[in-house]
């Protein structure tokens, strides 16, 4: 009997969750109808390719071809900086800021969207003692942040979907 009462809560409690409309944190959802999205940028970038391996991970295949009856994310620009936080007391660096700013636009098949830019910004400590391990610090902010970025463009793109 207890089993039994055990088995109900546990399908009432996941049609209650189901039907909430809760999801996993990361979990990208695009409706169904859509296939097919345009991703359109001047040439390769890395943020292109995020988009591009977020997008068929869900299921939906990415063009280059401009067309007016679907979608278009189109990639304008990607700007990494690095500035000085902090110096030591022989004048050193040892603190900097990494800068990532993407500027993009999303248009739909009944508007074209305007350009928007997202800004990331992480800093890391720089230790002259490991040049190399603070490279490849450094290297794996700059595609944390990319990745970043990406998943807020799909997240645009998923907002404007919900609104049409």
């Known amino acids: 009997m207890r089993t039994i009462i055990k088995n109900l809560l546990l399908v009432i409690l996941s049609t209650a ?10 979990n990208l959802n695009l409706p169904d109808d ?7 940028t001047g ?3 890395p943020m292109s390719s995020e988009i591009n391996l977020l997008l068929t991970n869900i299921g939906v295949e990415t063009s280059d071809s401009r067309t007016t009856e679907g979608y278009q994310i189109e990639i304008i620009s990607e700007i990494h900086n690095k500035r000085q936080l902090s110096i030591n007391e022989a ?7 990494l800068i990532f ?3 993009f636009k999303i248009n739909t098949p009944l508007e074209n ?3 928007e830019s997202i800004t990331l910004y992480r800093d890391y400590l720089f230790d002259e003692s490991r040049i190399l391990g603070t490279t490849d610090r450094e290297d794996e902010i700059k595609k944390e942040m990319i990745s970043t970025a990406a998943s807020i463009i799909i997240n645009k793109l998923k907002a404007k979907i919900g609104s049409m």
């Open 43 to 45: 040439s390769y970038s």
């Open 34 to 40: 859509i296939r097919n999205i345009a991703l359109i």
């Open 113 to 115: 969207g305007k350009d």
């Open 17 to 26: 969750l189901i039907s909430c409309g809760y999801t996993l944190r990361g």
């Open 101 to 103: 700013t993407t500027t």
């Open 91 to 97: 004048g050193r660096v040892n603190e900097y800021e």
